[in-house]
């Protein structure tokens, strides 16, 4: 199960990610859980702690592995780097080990060309696509908004391209755009979550907004999500009923997969 | 006053942009509203309608201008651009005016290589350095956490860099990593703002998570916010304590700057 989820900053992107990570981790599956939002955090919603977390470098951040894998030192203008480079054994060698749950931290590119035709970026989208294509694990993808480094061969590969979505307009305009961008890139199993739901208003609301879509399932609205992120516990200590809907939502997926 | 708001996705940086901007243009101060996070939708909290939202063009959609103004095609690979273009008739010439207020949409390259040294950004970069710099009005800009198309030269003429912080440890996270960016590109004031506070104990959890901040003001949870997106109202009219709270930030600012 190769799970890619998106939306706008802020409407749960990362707690799903870490919910899902978990409940197919208790389900004794390994699970390698991809950080590749760089506002968002995926180790703190996966309960790894602050003072761990500072031990987390990022893949971008790795000049001597870049270099090492692409031909090309970061920040080299104009080089020319292998566009296959290795990447099967970074998973191992790179991730942080939460029990079933291998943490991928992509990071970005500090170089003023920031997201360019840089060597970081060829290696992050060939790590995503060998994550992607070639792994048995569960993979989780907690991408930002603009889907960066998924390219066409490896957005083929997303069992279950899932935009969160909370009642509002701004966050329903990305998922419009962010669902337009995907499909050009060729997903074909687009599907929305709704969170902070209140009501069935707002279920309506979301449905009527993005009509036509298919929604998996509903994360109530309740301030106990964010009293776990003020508290720095993981996300699926959160309450039992949030940890309860993402069961729902991930039962949904594996039926229309 | 050139004001730059800044946080992670989510946490109100568009919804304090958008209020700020209405409060300085109700004293009938010209404002240049600038929406440069791709992921944000300054023009919805502003008040623009979904139909009228859709005949605003971003200025990196733009290859014509692009084209005229840097010398060089959006998307030729390599080409040698202007790095100094003219820029002052944007705002008139592309701004979308809502009352005093002047929207401009900075958008994204949709180049693979976004974001990179390519004329599209070489002109947002010079577009905003003119806008801090070089203009007389109220500018106020709703960045990405990134910081992206902020230079040195452009950072030293912000009066005010504020980051929005919602209690959580990811919000907090966020917000060292952005204030520590800007610290190294050289800019001097550097305020918080705590949106979504339910008690003192979250603005004493910022306060002591980001130590030693300026803490401008703060904004209390409430889902009139989250009700006015739904609506698809603008920011200010969500409800009144809102409002009164941002002019309470906007005085603080004053004060300090």
């Known amino acids: 199960m190769k799970i890619a989820i998106t939306g706008k900053g802020g409407v749960g992107k990362t707690t799903l990610s870490a919910l899902l990570s978990h409940i197919y981790s208790t389900e004794g599956k390994g699970v390698i859980a991809v950080d590749a939002d760089p506002d968002a955090n995926l180790a703190a919603a996966l309960g790894v702690s602050r003072e761990e977390l500072a031990s987390i470098r990022p893949i971008a951040d790795l000049p001597e592995l870049i270099e090492e894998r692409t031909g090309v030192k970061p920040g080299t203008p104009g080089g020319i780097f292998k566009l296959n480079p290795k990447v099967d054994d970074i998973p191992e060698g790179f991730g942080y080990s939460i029990g079933n749950i291998t943490l991928l931290v992509m990071g970005k590119s500090r170089s003023a060309a920031s997201g360019c035709y840089c060597p970081e970026s060829a290696l992050l989208r060939r790590l995503l696509k060998h994550l992607i294509v070639e792994r048995d694990e569960v993979v989780i993808v907690d991408m930002e908004a603009g889907i960066e480094h998924l390219t066409r061969g490896t957005s083929e590969g997303v069992d279950g391209f899932i935009v969160v979505v909370e009642p509002g307009q701004r966050s329903v305009q990305t998922a419009q755009t962010v669902m337009r961008l995907a499909g050009e890139l060729g997903v074909q199993k687009i599907?929305?979550?709704?969170?902070?739901?209140?009501?069935?208003?707002?279920?309506?609301?979301?449905?009527?907004?993005?009509?036509?879509?298919?929604?998996l399932g509903s994360i109530s609205f309740n301030t106990d999500i964010m009293e776990a992120d003020v508290k720095g516990l993981p996300s699926y200590m959160s309450s039992d009923t949030v940890v309860d809907e993402a069961r729902k939502i991930k039962g949904n997926l594996e039926g229309r997969v």
Do not use: Q, S
Not at 191 to 215: P, S, T
């Open 191 to 215: 599907f929305a979550v709704a969170n902070k739901v209140r009501n069935e208003e707002d279920i309506a609301f979301i449905k009527d907004a993005l009509e036509g879509i298919d929604l």
